[in-house]
């Protein structure tokens, strides 16, 4: 069962997702070579905790951490850990905010230092079709659009969807219907219909579509070990537009990629 939001609710899933913006700036303003991911986490989850949120993620379904973390070939929901990041490392931020009993959610890649052009371009690519994957996501149009939208892009200029994990609907729950794949057919699946909030987040991988999970029982990687990117963003899906929830605004304002 969907679960369409009022404007209030969305009022208070921007705020939401106003602390969680702030959130990623904050390991944005640090994150580089020689920093633990662990230090990351431990920044973001004080800087939510003061200003009136909890994070999403820590506790769900038994996630140790505030952040997901997820370096180079893993994909999505990796530890916070000592590692010490790398020149030439990507590592994907993800994080929730529960505030007001609403939850947002959103997810940017780094790189690390320098990386190579052949990197850089996947999250670039990767970020791009996010915005393709929102500007689909129209009153009318169908959950399949915008994964259609956006498994062509990427796939056009020679990447590849994870098909495991996908976007979802977003509110008092972190998780809710419906699910929004990151590829589909024009025309398919739920149509989106006025006050549908949903997260929207391509993983897209430099080599093959397929992931493994390891032995953690959480962090997922692509198989043959070739780096992976992911960037969220949540969007309300009005009459008369398409309103974006979360922001990462505060990042781009201390890097660029
Ligand atoms: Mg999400
Ligand atoms: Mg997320």
Same mark, same amino acid.
């Given at each position: 069962?969907?679960?369409?939001?009022?404007? !209030? !609710?969305?009022?208070?899933?921007?705020?939401?997702? !106003?602390?969680?913006?702030?959130?990623?700036?904050?390991?944005?303003?640090?994150?580089?070579?020689?920093?633990?991911?662990?230090?990351?986490?431990?920044?973001?989850?004080?800087?939510?905790?003061?200003?009136?949120?909890?994070?999403?993620?820590?506790?769900?379904?038994?996630?140790?951490? *505030? #952040? $997901?973390?997820?370096?180079?070939?893993?994909?999505?929901?990796?530890?916070?850990?000592?590692?010490?990041?790398?020149?030439?490392?990507?590592?994907?931020?993800? $994080?929730?905010?529960?505030?007001?009993?609403?939850?947002?959610?959103?997810?940017? &890649?780094?790189?690390?230092?320098?990386?190579?052009?052949?990197?850089?371009?996947?999250?670039? *690519?990767?970020?791009?079709? #996010?915005?393709?994957?929102?500007?689909?996501?129209?009153?009318?149009?169908?959950?399949?659009?915008?994964?259609?939208?956006?498994?062509?892009?990427?796939?056009?200029?020679?990447?590849?969807?994870?098909?495991?994990?996908?976007?979802?609907?977003?509110?008092?729950? #972190?998780?809710?219907?419906?699910?929004?794949?990151?590829?589909?057919?024009?025309?398919?699946? &739920?149509?989106?219909?006025?006050?549908?909030?949903?997260?929207?987040?391509?993983?897209?991988?430099?080599? &093959?579509?397929?992931?493994?999970?390891?032995?953690?029982?959480? *962090?997922?990687? &692509?198989?043959?070990?070739?780096?992976?990117?992911?960037?969220?963003?949540?969007?309300?899906?009005?009459?008369?537009?398409? !309103?974006? #929830? *979360?922001?990462?605004?505060?990042?781009?304002?201390?890097?660029?990629?």
């Amino acid at each position: 069962m969907i679960h369409y939001k009022t404007p !209030e !609710e969305v009022d208070i899933i921007k705020e939401s997702g !106003e602390i969680l913006g702030r959130a990623h700036a904050e390991v944005a303003k640090i994150v580089g070579p020689g920093v633990r991911t662990d230090e990351l986490d431990k920044i973001a989850e004080e800087f939510i905790r003061d200003h009136g949120g909890d994070p999403s993620f820590k506790h769900y379904n038994g996630f140790p951490a *505030t #952040l $997901c973390i997820s370096v180079n070939e893993n994909v999505v929901h990796g530890f916070p850990s000592d590692y010490e990041l790398q020149e030439g490392d990507i590592i994907s931020v993800d $994080c929730g905010v529960k505030y007001k009993g609403f939850h947002s959610d959103s997810a940017f &890649t780094y790189p690390i230092g320098s990386v190579s052009d052949e990197v850089r371009k996947l999250l670039r *690519t990767t970020k791009e079709s #996010l915005y393709i994957g929102i500007g689909a996501a129209k009153h009318g149009s169908r959950i399949g659009d915008v994964g259609y939208a956006i498994q062509h892009y990427v796939e056009e200029r020679g990447y590849t969807v994870v098909r495991e994990l996908v976007g979802h609907g977003v509110g008092k729950n #972190l998780h809710e219907s419906p699910e929004v794949p990151n590829y589909g057919r024009r025309g398919r699946g &739920t149509k989106l219909n006025h006050g549908l909030v949903i997260a929207i987040e391509p993983m897209i991988n430099l080599g &093959t579509k397929h992931v493994v999970q390891e032995e953690d029982g959480w *962090t997922i990687r &692509t198989r043959d070990r070739k780096p992976s990117a992911h960037y969220e963003h949540m969007v309300a899906v009005w009459k008369d537009r398409t !309103e974006v #929830l *979360t922001t990462h605004k505060y990042i781009e304002e201390i890097i660029t990629i």
